[in-house]
């Protein structure tokens, strides 16, 4: 073969292969389709039901001083905080949160997930307070419900 009739031949391929990409369409085509349903519901954490202050009780006792011979009383709040657990999945505990007359709030306790209530014992002119124990359920994903509240703590 000579170089005149190789380059010949080379320069036909090359023509060959340009208007073989160029003109001919393409023979391929997509005709599945696949159809599904999203379901966009919003997930929420239950709260803990049924909170409940039953079983809290104040108590009195007196103290004699001699030094100057009087008699002192001091009042003890016994409060006790119970509630049914949450149903929600993955709870790791509980926030429990004092809720004051006037919004202030101070947090009492975390505790795990298998406990359903809380007592303490704390100064008596507490229950004249009208405070409230505000229960907040917390979880392993880190969302937290809303919080149920108990009535008020009195003896």
Known sequence: ???VHRSLLLLAVAVATVLGLTVSPAQASFTAQARTTVDASTLTVAPVTNPSTAGTRCSTT??????NNTWYA?????????????????VTGYQLTAVFRDG????LATVGPGTTSLTQ??????ADQGIRVRITTLTSYGWTSAPAQTGAVTC
Not at 62 to 67: R, V
Not at 121 to 126: M, P, T, W
Request: overall charge positive; glycine content about 6%; proline content about 6%.
């Open 62 to 67: 007196y103290t004699y001083s001699q030094w």
């Open 121 to 126: 014992d704390v100064d008596g002119s507490y």
């Open 1 to 3: 073969m000579t170089r």
């Open 104 to 107: 202030s709030t101070f947090p």
């Open 74 to 90: 001091s009042r003890t709040l016994h409060a006790r905080v119970s509630w049914s657990p949450s149903t929600t999945r993955g």
